[in-house]
């Protein structure tokens, strides 16, 4: 957790002593040895590791390049000032991503398969107890055109196709 904190202080390292040089009363702008104490403590850190400022520029810039690099996906496009040459993309993610959509095609393409197989089935099905009921009504009808009297069969077959 320290090594997280430490390197966001860094990371924003101008940032913040700029903010804290912000003071309204004006009482820590850096000039004159008017230092923050939080400055003040953090300068003295870094003398007392023996860090120059050569050392702690680079510091600064190698911590930069590497958030940059690593949270290149979420930052916004004005702020991706990446060396891309030193941006490495795990790819495991969109390959996932990708794995699943295929995977949700195919089950979706099995299923249509299955459900117009089905369709297909039951319109054979329909077909087959069509044709019978077809038959009987056309003999109804041809029995009604022959004669005016209708049989009590043809009559409930008929009053069948009607409700």
Not at 13 to 39: A, C, M, W
Not at 97 to 120: E, K
Request: glycine share 4%.
């Amino acid at each position: 957790m320290y090594e997280i904190l430490t390197g966001t202080l860094l990371r924003f390292y101008n940032d913040f002593i700029e903010f804290v040089r912000s003071d309204p009363k004006q009482r820590y702008t850096g000039v004159d040895n008017k230092l923050h104490p939080l400055e003040v403590k953090i300068e003295s850190a870094f003398s007392y590791a023996g860090v120059t400022t050569e050392e702690r520029q680079a510091w600064f810039n190698e911590l930069r390049q590497d958030f940059y690099t690593k949270n290149l996906h979420a930052l916004p496009i004005n702020e991706s000032n990446v060396n891309y040459r030193r941006v490495f993309v795990d790819s495991r993610s969109v390959m996932e991503i990708m794995h699943g959509l295929a995977v949700q095609q195919q089950q979706f393409n099995q299923l249509y398969f299955n459900q117009s197989h089905d369709i297909q089935n039951l319109g054979h099905q329909i077909k087959q107890h069509l044709e019978p009921l077809q038959n009987q009504l056309n003999a109804v009808v041809k029995e009604l055109k022959d004669t005016k009297e209708v049989s009590l069969n043809s009559l409930m077959i008929f009053s069948a196709f009607i409700t």
